[in-house]
C-alpha cells in the first residue's frame, strides 16, 4: 500500500549483519489489551545481552485495537540496572504489512534524555500484526505488541504512503474466500488459552527460586493457536481440519509442515452465517523434556531452536451446509525465544 524508504531498510540490514542474534530471547510478553507493555531484561549501566540480568526495555501502545485508517501513539522506554532510563541509544522499529509506521519515518530515532522514545504508527489493513521494536546495537533485546485494526479499508483510502513499517512481511490474516474469513490468529503460551502473546517459550531455562543450590524450572506449556473466525454467507460453513507450517524451525533453513489436524465440533468449529463468529483453538507446538516441538516429540517432530521472529501460516478447510468447499488462510508472527515464566 505504501512505498518505504530506501534508507530504512539499508539500515536494518546493516544492523543485522552487525548484531548477529538480534531477535533474541526477552522476559516478557505483548498483549491486546489498550496500554499493555512488553519487557526484557538485562543489567549493567549500558545494553548487555546476558539473559540473566534485570534491566527493562519496555513498548507501549496507546490502543492495541485501531479502526483502519486511524492512528494511535507509542513509546519505548530503555532502563539500565538501576531502572534510569539511557538516553541517546538508537530504537528500530517494525511492523507486519497492515501496520504503518508514522513517527519516526525512518522507522528508528535515538532516545530521549529520559530513555524514551515516542511515535505513532497508523492501520492500514484490518487484521492483527505484529510490532516490534527493539535496541539498534549492543543487546539482543526487543519487544513486540500485537496490534489488532478492525473494519473495513475506508472508501478512497490509499495507506499511509512514505511511512516506514512492513518488514516483517504478511500480517495474520488472508482472505482466500472473500465472504468467510480469518479476522484474528493469535498465540497462547502461557498455560491459558484465554491469554494470547506474542512471545513463544521454546526452552525451559528460567530458574524460579533463584538460589544456586537447587534448580526449580519455569512453567513450560504448550502452545495453541486462536483463530477468530467471521462467516458473511447467508449459510452455515463447518471447518474440518486445520493446517500449519513453518519456516526456518532450527536456524538451518528446514521448514515444517503439520499434518491435517482434524477439528471436531467440540472445537467450535461450526460458524454460523451472517456475519458470526466463531474462535478455534488448536495446540500447535508440543513442551517435552524442556523444549519446544513442531510434530510429535517421540516421533519425527523437530524442536525448534531459531530464536527469532518466526512467522507461521494456517490452512483452515472446510464446507458450506450446502456443501461447498471454503479454504481460507492466515499468517501470524511471533516472537520465539526464552521467556522467563516464572510469574
Not at 253 to 273: M, P
Amino acid at each position: 500500500m505504501r512505498q518505504r524508504r530506501f534508507v530504512y531498510r539499508l539500515g536494518l540490514i546493516s544492523i543485522l549483519s552487525i548484531s548477529g542474534a538480534i531477535l533474541g530471547c526477552m522476559g516478557g510478553q505483548g498483549s491486546t489489551d489498550g496500554g499493555s507493555s512488553s519487557r526484557n531484561s538485562y543489567d549493567d549501566d549500558v545494553f548487555v545481552s546476558d539473559e540473566s540480568n534485570t534491566g527493562t526495555v519496555s513498548l507501549d501502545v496507546s490502543n492495541t485495537s485501531i479502526e483502519v485508517g486511524n492512528t494511535t501513539g507509542f513509546v519505548v522506554r530503555a532502563t539500565n540496572s538501576r531502572q534510569q532510563g539511557v538516553a541517546g541509544i538508537n530504537v528500530v522499529c517494525d511492523s507486519e504489512d497492515g501496520i504503518a509506521i508514522l513517527e519516526p519515518q525512518r522507522g528508528y530515532a535515538p532516545t530521549d534524555n529520559s530513555g524514551n522514545m515516542s511515535g505513532q504508527i497508523g492501520c492500514e489493513a484490518p487484521g492483527s500484526f505484529q510490532f516490534v521494536c527493539r535496541l539498534a546495537l549492543g543487546a539482543n533485546r526487543r519487544s513486540s505488541i500485537t496490534v489488532q485494526c478492525t473494519g473495513d479499508v475506508p472508501s478512497g483510502f490509499r495507506g499511509f504512503p512514505g511511512a516506514a513499517g512492513g518488514g516483517l512481511g504478511g500480517g495474520s490474516q488472508t482472505n482466500d474466500d472473500g465472504d468467510v474469513r480469518i479476522i484474528t490468529a493469535a498465540f497462547a503460551d502461557t498455560g491459558s488459552t484465554t491469554e494470547t502473546s506474542a512471545s513463544i517459550d521454546i526452552s525451559q531455562t528460567a530458574d524460579c527460586d533463584g538460589t544456586l543450590t537447587t534448580f526449580d524450572p519455569e512453567p513450560f506449556f504448550d502452545t495453541y493457536v486462536k483463530l477468530v473466525v467471521k462467516n458473511n454467507r447467508p449459510e452455515q460453513v463447518r471447518f474440518e481440519y486445520v493446517q500449519y507450517s513453518v519456516s526456518d524451525v532450527d536456524s538451518k533453513g528446514t521448514e515444517f509442515t503439520s499434518k491435517k489436524l482434524g477439528l471436531t465440533e467440540e472445537a467450535d468449529s461450526t460458524v454460523a452465517q451472517s456475519g458470526q463468529t466463531a474462535t478455534i483453538i488448536m495446540p500447535i507446538f508440543k513442551a517435552y523434556n524442556g523444549g519446544k516441538y513442531v510434530g510429535d516429540p517421540l516421533g519425527t517432530g523437530i524442536r525448534i531452536t531459531n530464536r527469532a521472529l518466526l512467522t507461521v501460516t494456517f490452512a483452515l478447510v472446510g464446507k458450506t451446509a450446502s456443501g461447498e468447499s471454503v479454504a481460507i488462510s492466515a499468517k501470524a508472527t511471533g516472537s520465539f525465544g526464552d521467556f522467563n515464566r516464572c510469574g
